[in-house]
């Protein structure tokens, strides 16, 4: 078996041991350090760095960088809390929000949400949000017949489009652009029986956004409301 070199970076202090390649990100986590995240996937092998959660500083660099796209260098000296960080963070948070529509008592996440977890951590009242770009509802996708994609609390995170590539189908990908950006869905029967023994777009979306069919809560939306 091939040995896996370790080398040794400080993060907040800690001396902390990650095999040589790692990301930032991933080598703070398991060392118990938090570093807030949405749209990171340990597997995959180009990170998407879309959220913008995970800045950090670096010893030596002029200006943050995300955690989840910086690998490890021995030596390294990383900072994960600053005023300019929890600044960044804040920023970025409140503009993913911007896409999100908190139906939370209509939601598949209820009790065990990411997105809560992460307000609470930066200190952010969901009801203060600056940022609303999306100004109408939109209608929900309902053409997969085994989940339900709602647009209105999508955060394009990526994730559900990382893991169907990722499972050989590539049926759920991005369309359009800019604030118009929504994911789709293109199916076919194959693909909709392999998507029936999978569901992982269910299970990785942080967002409650990709609803299994027999959810309980489904809501339909009214398009004609405005948000």
């Known amino acids: 078996?091939?040995?896996?070199?370790?080398?040794?970076?400080?993060?907040?202090?800690?001396?902390?041991?990650?095999?040589?390649?790692?990301?930032?990100?991933?080598?703070?986590?398991?060392?118990?350090?938090?570093i807030p995240n949405l749209c990171a996937v340990r597997e995959a092998k180009i990170?998407?760095?879309?959220?913008?959660?995970?800045?950090?500083?670096?010893?030596g660099r002029t200006g943050p960088v995300t955690a989840c796209t910086e690998p490890?260098?021995?030596?390294?000296?990383?900072?994960?809390?600053?005023?300019?960080?929890?600044?960044?963070?804040r920023t970025a948070f409140e503009l993913i929000m911007a896409?999100?529509?908190?139906?939370?008592?209509?939601?598949?996440?209820?009790?065990?949400?990411?997105?809560?977890?992460?307000?609470?951590?930066?200190?952010?009242?969901?009801?203060?949000?600056?940022?609303?770009?999306?100004?109408?509802?939109?209608?929900?996708?309902e053409t997969n017949p085994f989940f339900i994609y709602d647009p209105n609390k999508c955060i394009l995170c990526g994730k559900c489009v990382w893991v169907c590539h990722e499972k050989g189908e590539g049926k759920i990908d991005f369309a359009f652009r800019g604030i118009d950006t929504i994911i789709t869905y293109k199916g076919d029967v194959l693909s909709e029986q392999k998507c029936a023994l999978s569901g992982e777009c269910i299970k990785i979306c942080p967002a409650g956004a990709m609803i299994p069919r027999n959810f309980?809560?489904?809501?339909?939306?009214?398009?004609?409301?405005?948000?």
């Not at 370790?6 to 080598?27: F, N, P, Q, R």
């Not at 990170?47 to 010893?59: A, D, N, Q």
């Not at 490890?72 to 963070?89: A, N, P, Q, Y």
């Not at 598949?108 to 100004?135: H, V, Y």
């Open 1 to 34: 078996m091939e040995k896996v070199e370790e080398i040794t970076i400080k993060i907040d202090g800690i001396s902390v041991s990650a095999k040589k390649g790692e990301k930032i990100l991933w080598a703070a986590l398991d060392a118990g350090i938090n």
């Open 47 to 59: 990170p998407f760095g879309s959220c913008r959660l995970c800045f950090v500083e670096i010893e």
């Open 72 to 89: 490890v260098k021995e030596g390294m000296v990383v900072r994960t809390d600053s005023d300019r960080i929890s600044r960044l963070r």
């Open 99 to 141: 896409y999100h529509q908190m139906e939370c008592r209509n939601c598949i996440n209820r009790g065990k949400c990411e997105l809560l977890k992460i307000a609470r951590d930066l200190g952010i009242k969901l009801k203060s949000l600056r940022f609303r770009k999306r100004q109408k509802v939109l209608p929900l996708d």
């Open 216 to 227: 309980s809560l489904i809501k339909k939306v009214d398009t004609k409301n405005e948000m």
